[in-house]
T-cell receptor
């Protein structure tokens, strides 16, 4: 079955540190990829998405993600995190089903 | 409305009772999704509605779960004879069109269900 894996369950960083959250998907066909973020007490919101073209996509708040087809990966990056980036991050894939498949999420805690 | 509205925001119920969770999607959005978010489990797909098409029920975990969408707008998720393992946050999302998620989803704030 198609799946999305996020191997980092809980990440703790200091402010200004660089961030990379891993996301791998298992699907051999064309895939659209997404990162969603859930700030404490808020609803899930779209961070960025990849459909085609440039494999390096930029989203809101300085986040970016790189699609590497050969590795089935779509890792999320940010050069310098802020305390306000503390949130839970979900990778999701359109794997041909009629609804997105989400990963289990990564809880990011940024310490001031 | 401006966003996806879910009610109630919190629900505590006794084991064995039935519960109904409501979702009011963004006006004009034809696609509506229900997901379940359990601690450490991520988002589990439950059911998907697209326009007047038959819903995709492939994610419903048991026959105790059902959902309907009346008039292509409001949706109700019903859980019969609730069990403790049903405790989770139930999320509703809508999008302008369905199928591929091209437009991304707009999520509601969820209903936190606790079965005691």
């Amino acid at each position: 079955a198609q799946s999305v894996s996020q191997h980092n369950h809980h990440v703790i960083l200091s402010e200004a540190a660089s961030l990379e959250l891993g996301c791998n998907y298992s699907y051999g066909g064309t895939v659209n990829l997404f990162w969603y973020v859930q700030y404490p007490g808020q609803h899930l919101q779209l961070l960025l998405k990849y459909f085609s073209g440039d494999p390096l996509v930029k989203g809101i708040k300085g986040f970016e993600a790189e699609f590497i087809k050969s590795k089935f990966s779509f890792n999320l990056r940010k050069p310098s995190v802020q305390w306000s980036d503390t949130a839970e991050y979900f990778c999701a894939a359109d794997t041909g089903r009629r609804a997105l498949t989400f990963g289990s999420g990564t809880r990011l805690q940024v310490q001031p | 409305g401006a966003g996806v509205s879910q009610s109630p925001s919190n629900k505590v119920t006794e084991k064995g009772k039935d519960v109904e969770l409501r979702c009011d999607p963004i006006s004009g959005h034809t696609a509506l999704y229900w997901y379940r978010q359990s601690l450490g489990q991520g988002l589990e797909f439950l059911i998907y509605f697209q326009g007047n098409s038959a819903p995709d029920k492939s994610g419903l975990p048991s026959d105790r779960f059902s959902a309907e969408r009346t008039g292509g707008s409001v949706s109700t998720l019903t859980i019969q004879r609730t069990q403790q393992e049903d405790s989770a946050v139930y999320l509703c999302a809508s999008s302008p069109t369905g199928g591929t998620g091209n437009y991304g989803y707009t999520f509601g704030s969820g209903t936190r269900l606790t079965v005691v």
